[in-house]
């Protein structure tokens, strides 16, 4: 019962549409600029920096606050990694956007920055090599994602904990196939900082 309560808390949280909200306070709905999608980086590139940051500390809290709770409550239990799982998928899949939302990335990372702090080190060392070297975000995001389930592995074992950063990585990673796509044709945007 207390896992069922806890996730359902969690994914109403990560439902909440972080940039959606702040684009609108912006006087723009962010669905229908750039990329379309209401995550950090379109926020960053349709309506400035200040937003496009606001966004990703407001998605990455989304994911790490649920998961502080559920191992300050829970300690020693899997009911943080549910927990997180259950806050990223709010965010991709919202009750508010009618099960549609971002890509999952900054919610994924304050999931994993509760979880497992030094697998997010690694991963963001891989993100920001990528990004620094070719300016693309989408393929340090994928990246970041493909390596997570493996540091995760090494540093934790835990089956629930790989199972649950293996969904994450595959549903972010899907995500970004029409990235991907534009990686592969030469027509994805560059980050512009």
């Not at 209401?38 to 649920?66: F, Q, S």
């Not at 806050?87 to 890509?103: D, E, I, M, T």
């Not at 975000?137 to 997570?148: E, I, N």
Request: hydrophobic share 55%; with cysteine; net charge positive.
């Amino acid at each position: 019962m207390m896992l069922a309560a806890a996730c359902a808390a969690a994914y109403l949280l990560g439902s909440i549409p972080t940039g959606l909200l702040l684009g609108k306070a912006c006087g723009i709905d962010v669905r229908h600029e750039g990329s379309g999608n209401i995550g950090a980086t379109n926020l960053y590139r349709t309506a400035g920096r200040k937003v496009g940051v606001l966004t990703l500390i407001g998605d990455c809290l989304k994911g790490l606050a649920p998961v502080l709770a559920a191992h300050y409550y829970a300690p020693a239990t899997d009911l943080a990694a549910w927990v997180g799982l259950a806050a990223f998928c709010g965010h991709v899949f919202s009750v508010f956007l009618r099960f549609k939302g971002g890509k999952g990335v900054a919610t994924a990372l304050g999931v994993f920055l509760a979880l497992s702090p030094l697998a997010v080190a690694i991963a963001l060392a891989v993100f920001l090599v990528l990004v620094l070297k070719w300016r693309y975000v989408s393929l340090g995001s994928v990246a970041a994602a493909a390596v997570m389930p493996l540091a995760v592995y090494v540093l934790h074992g835990g089956r629930a904990m790989l199972l649950v950063t293996g969904i994450v990585a595959a549903i972010v990673i899907v995500r970004h196939r029409a990235n991907i796509k534009r990686l592969v044709d030469g027509t994805e945007s560059k980050f512009k900082a």
